[in-house]
C-alpha cells in the first residue's frame, strides 16, 4: 500500500523527495503513538517542534521569516502524506494551511517577524476562533465583541469547535470591533489574541465521536486586554480576509479527505483477499469486486481532479466556487468509500480496533467543517 504508485502531475522530484521525509517521519513519531494519543484526547505539544525541525510545519512561509518560501504543493504533501500514514489529526495543517497564510498575506512586519519564525519551528501553536456557539457556518452572525479603550482592544465573548484549542499558543479570533455598521460583515476584524492574556480561558476538550486524538475545544474571552497592534490587517477588513483564505483551506480538506479515502480503499482491498466466506476469499465474491471496482474508478477521478485544482493554485487560479467545489466532492467521495469499506469489513468493521472504523468516525466531520457541504452547493450554485 502507498501513495508511489499513483500517477500525480501536481508535483517534481523536488516535491516527491519532500514526501520521503515526512513519510518516515510520520511512520517514526506518529503512527506508533496514534491508541494512545486518541486515549489522551490530545496530541502532544513535543511533536510540534520535530515536525518544524524537518520543514514540514509552514513550507509556504518566506525566508525571511524563517520558512522555506515554497508552494502549496508541499503543505498538500503533508497533508496527503498524515492522511494516509500518520492516520491522526495533528493540527497541522490548520497551522499551515490556514493561519500562517493569514498572518504572511494581512500582518503587520512586526507581526510577521515574531510570530512566523516560531510557528515555521514549531514553537508556537496556533489556532483560528471563528465559530461560535449558536451561529455555525453563519460568520455574519458571529457575536464576540473587540471594543476600543485606549490603545487597546476588549475582547468578550465565546468560541467553539476550535482546532488546536488545548494547545496554542496564539489564537487569531474573528470579532466585532463595529457592532453597528451594515451589513454586519464590514464590522468584523480578525484580532491576534496570545493565550496567556487575562481574562482568556480554555474550556473542555470536546467530546468528539471521531478524530479522537484532536484537541477541539470551547474558548472563553472575558474582558481580555490586548493592543490595538494585535489586529491582524486592517480593521473591518476581517470577513473579507477570510473569504478570500477560503479556497485553499477547502483545498486542503480535499487533499485530506482523498488521501484517507485511499488509504481506506487499500486497507479494504488487503482485508478482502485475506478474510474467507463460505471457503473463499471475500474478493472473490463478484458483489466485492464490483464496489470495490466501482471506488477505484471514482478514487481514479478524484486524485485526476485534485491534481488539476492543485495546479489552479499553485497558479493562483483556483477560484472561490472552484474550492468549494473540489471540498464538496472529494468528502463526499470520502464518505462513500469509508462506509462500503466498512460494510466489507463486516462485523470487523464496527471494531474499533480495526483502522477502518476510526477512519469512518474520522471522515464524518470532513463534510461540516470548513463550511458544511450545503454551504458549498450554495456558493457553486451562486455562479451558476
Known amino acids: 500500500m502507498s501513495l508511489d504508485n499513483l500517477s500525480r502531475t501536481a508535483y517534481n522530484e523536488d516535491h ?29 505539544k513535543a511533536l510540534w517542534p520535530k515536525a518544524g525541525e524537518i520543514g514540514m510545519l509552514c513550507p509556504t512561509v518566506p525566508e525571511e521569516y524563517g520558512g522555506l518560501g515554497l508552494d502549496f504543493g508541499y503543505n498538500a504533501i503533508v497533508d496527503e502524506e498524515s492522511a494516509y ?17 493569514y498572518i504572511v498575506r494581512y500582518g503587520s512586519e512586526e507581526q510577521k517577524k ?22 455555525g457556518s453563519d460568520l455574519q452572525g458571529m457575536r464576540t465583541t473587540a471594543k476600543k479603550d485606549g490603545n487597546h482592544y476588549v475582547i468578550n465573548g465565546s468560541k467553539t469547535y476550535i482546532t488546536n484549542g488545548q494547545n496554542a499558543d496564539l489564537i487569531l479570533v474573528c470579532a ?12 468584523v476584524s480578525i484580532v491576534l489574541v496570545e493565550a496567556d492574556r487575562e481574562g ?16 477541539t475545544s470551547e474558548l472563553f474571552f472575558n474582558d481580555v486586554r490586548v493592543p490595538i497592534t494585535n489586529c491582524l490587517g486592517e480593521e473591518g477588513q476581517g470577513f473579507i480576509y477570510l473569504m478570500s483564505e477560503l479556497p485553499q483551506e477547502r483545498l486542503s480538506i480535499a487533499v485530506s479527505a482523498q488521501a484517507s479515502a485511499q488509504r481506506a480503499f487499500d486497507d479494504t482491498v488487503e482485508y478482502t483477499r485475506d478474510r474467507k466466506a463460505f471457503g473463499k476469499p471475500i474478493l472473490d465474491f463478484q458483489n466485492s469486486r464490483f464496489v470495490l471496482a466501482d471506488l477505484k474508478a471514482k478514487l481514479q477521478v478524484g486524485w485526476a481532479h485534485l491534481d488539476w485544482a492543485l495546479a489552479r493554485h499553485m497558479k493562483k487560479e483556483l477560484t472561490p466556487e472552484e474550492g468549494a467545489a473540489a471540498k464538496l466532492w472529494h468528502t463526499d467521495l470520502q464518505w462513500e468509500v469509508m462506509d462500503k469499506c466498512l460494510q466489507l469489513f463486516g462485523g470487523a468493521g464496527y471494531m474499533n480496533e480495526y483502522p477502518i472504523a476510526r477512519a469512518w468516525r474520522a471522515a464524518r466531520v470532513t463534510r461540516i467543517f470548513g463550511g458544511t457541504n450545503e454551504i458549498m452547493k450554495e456558493l457553486i450554485g451562486r455562479k451558476l
Open 16 to 44: 516527491e523527495a519532500f514526501r520521503a521525509t515526512v513519510r518516515q517521519f510520520l511512520e517514526k513519531e506518529v503512527a506508533p503513538n496514534q491508541a494512545q494519543w486518541a486515549e489522551d484526547k490530545i496530541v502532544p
Open 85 to 101: 500514514y500518520g492516520r491522526v489529526t495533528t493540527g497541522f495543517s490548520l497551522q499551515s494551511d490556514i493561519v500562517a497564510n
Open 114 to 135: 515574531h510570530w512566523l519564525p516560531r510557528m515555521v519551528a514549531g514553537e508556537v501553536v496556533t489556532a483560528i476562533a471563528m465559530t461560535e456557539p449558536g451561529t
Open 176 to 187: 466585532k470591533t463595529d457592532t453597528e455598521v451594515q451589513p454586519a460583515w464590514k464590522g
Open 200 to 215: 482568556f480561558e480554555r474550556g473542555r476538550n470536546l467530546d468528539k465521536i471521531g478524530q479522537d486524538e484532536a484537541d
